[in-house]
């Protein structure tokens, strides 16, 4: 009988992840029909973690990229290097992808510089074909190759978000904050904090994130409340955890941390 490849993931290590909808039966399909595929959402809402568990339930290697604005397409094709006295080519995580099959994840995509669309367009249509131009080779990606690329909607300008020619070659889907009682799982999950506690932190999460847009740029994260209830956990003062937590890493104004650290107070 034919093992499915997540069934035949029980055996092996997969990283924790609570599915919200149906995303995992989304990327299986994608995977499966060599479909390329586009995660937005703010960012620690799980993202990276998803693509993880994904990987290793389906048993593939993952060559995660954070992009940045200075990752050019040599950063993920390969360049020559000197090696020994030797000038040897080295495939970049891309190129290792394509080459040995696995999944390829580039996050925040749209940091990078505007020649890696051009290394993606031939990747992100039917041809899957990965050119090296410095090598004089054309790859065509296997059958388990898979490119899956992530950005943040909330804070991109207009001269960073993805043309349409390039975000119409991907299946996409939107990530957000997991509803409270999912989101209280995973808190209590990650931090082994109890659930009650977790539950008044997500609780809090709420009115911190209503606050998004009129002094803050983004929301608190999934991971920072993961954060503060580790810290909980680790026998650190509520407040104190809070602060590092939840008010620090959101705003430098000390007005803002003043109105967040207020809504801390109401609710401890
Ligand atoms: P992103 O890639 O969206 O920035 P991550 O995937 O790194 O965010 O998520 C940050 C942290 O939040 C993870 O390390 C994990 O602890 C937690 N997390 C968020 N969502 C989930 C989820 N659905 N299942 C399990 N853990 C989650």
Same mark, same amino acid.
């Given at each position: 009988m034919p093992v499915s490849p997540l069934a035949a993931a029980s055996e092996r290590e997969v990283p924790f992840y609570e599915s919200v909808g149906n995303e995992c039966g989304l990327f299986d399909q994608a995977f499966r029909q060599r479909l390329p595929l586009l995660l937005k959402g703010p960012t620690g809402c799980g993202k990276t973690r998803f693509v993880s568990h994904m990987a290793a339930k389906l048993g593939k290697p993952l060559f995660t990229v954070s992009c940045h @604005? @200075?990752?050019? %397409?040599a950063d993920l094709t390969g360049r020559y290097l000197l090696q020994g006295g030797e000038t040897r080519w080295v495939d970049g995580p891309l190129t290792r992808a394509v080459r040995e099959g696995g999944i390829c994840y580039l996050d925040e !995509? !749209?940091? %990078?510089?505007? @020649?890696v669309t051009v290394v993606l367009h031939p990747l992100t249509d039917d041809r899957r074909l990965l050119p090296l131009e410095r090598t004089g080779e054309l790859l065509e990606a296997p059958d388990d190759f898979m490119l899956v690329v992530s950005y943040n909607?909330?804070?991109?300008h207009i001269l960073k978000s993805l043309k349409p020619s390039t975000r119409q070659r991907f299946l996409a889907m939107s990530f957000d904050f997991p509803p409270p009682r999912v989101e209280r799982d995973i808190v209590a999950r990650e931090s082994g904090l109890a659930a009650d506690q977790c539950a008044a932190l997500v609780n809090l999460a709420a009115s911190l994130r209503a606050m998004k847009g009129q002094d803050l740029e983004e929301g608190v994260s999934t991971r920072l409340l993961v954060y503060c209830a580790t810290l909980i956990q680790g026998g650190m003062p509520i407040l104190e955890a809070a602060r590092a937590t939840l008010v620090e890493p959101l705003s430098d104004d000390a007005d803002v941390q003043e109105g967040l650290m207020e809504a801390i107070h109401a609710t401890f």
């Open positions: @604005d @200075d990752l050019t %397409a !995509v !749209v940091e %990078a510089r505007k @020649d909607p909330g804070y991109q």
